[in-house]
T-cell receptor, first 111, second 115 residues
Framework: DTAVSQTPKYLVTQMGNDKSIKCEQNLGHDTMYWYKQDSKKFLKIMFSYNNKELIINETVPNRFSPKSPDKAHLNLHINSLELGDSAVYFC??????????FGPGTRLLVL | AQSVTQPDIHITVSEGASLELRCNYSYGATPYLFWYVQSPGQGLQLLLKYFSGDTLVQGIKGFEAEFKRSQSSFNLRKPSVHWSDAAEYFCAVGGGSSGTYKYIFGTGTRLKVLA
């Protein structure tokens, strides 16, 4: 059983399009996160949700909008995609202030 | 502000040699400390973590790390490296109050293993 899963695994799209990435965790955790990993492998947190409530929003452009329909799901919608959005996006989850478990990543390429 | 420094961007070792990856952190209180490994095209896998207690922690795949408060360090070690250990290694510090807890990651160290 996959603990943290993401779909899709790969996403290739044109500039200006809108796309969504989905994340699900079956660990029963109460906190979920989105991270962006750039081409230099630098990992930066974008958002975190605790019990469906947005907790952290790290100066991410408004084009990025997370949504958490329930504790087990955290989706990321991106409007008007730009070339600079090309990256690997990781979802993670944790139970409170403990270890984060990461999904396999979604590789987004904007052409 | 919290920060994590991994001074070595690349490290190359021969298979069977020992390994030490450096990690220094800046944090006001005792942080939660982690090491993750990322193989090419893969997600991040937890190697080990330190929350409190014994400052020498054992992890998976034969890795260990030692928390040294006086040096603000949490270096990762392995006595004998295997070719399959070639990957990117990330140190992370976690902290914050309840509900605002987050990780800060270092920039990573890429490990190359020579046969």
């Amino acid at each position: 059983d996959t603990a943290v899963s993401q779909t899709p695994k790969y996403l290739v799209t044109q500039m200006g399009n809108d796309k969504s990435i989905k994340c699900e965790q079956n660990l029963g955790h109460d906190t979920m996160y989105w991270y962006k990993q750039d081409s230099k492998k630098f990992l930066k947190i974008m958002f975190s949700y605790n019990n469906k409530e947005l907790i952290i929003n790290e100066t991410v452009p408004n084009r990025f909008s997370p949504k958490s329909p329930d504790k087990a799901h955290l989706n990321l919608h991106i409007n008007s995609l730009e070339l600079g959005d090309s990256a690997v996006y990781f979802c993670a989850s944790s139970q409170g202030m403990k270890t984060q478990y990461f999904g396999p990543g979604t590789r987004l390429l904007v052409l | 502000a919290q920060s994590v420094t991994q001074p070595d961007i690349h490290i190359t070792v021969s298979e069977g040699a020992s390994l030490e990856l450096r990690c220094n952190y800046s944090y006001g209180a005792t942080p939660y400390l982690f090491w993750y490994v990322q193989s090419p095209g893969q997600g991040l896998q937890l190697l080990l973590k330190y929350f409190s207690g014994d400052t020498l922690v054992q992890g998976i795949k034969g890795f260990e790390a030692e928390f040294k408060r006086s040096q603000s360090s949490f270096n990762l070690r392995k006595p004998s490296v295997h070719w399959s250990d070639a990957a990117e290694y990330f140190c992370a510090v976690g902290g914050g109050s309840s509900g605002t807890y987050k990780y800060i990651f270092g920039t990573g160290t890429r490990l190359k293993v020579l046969a």
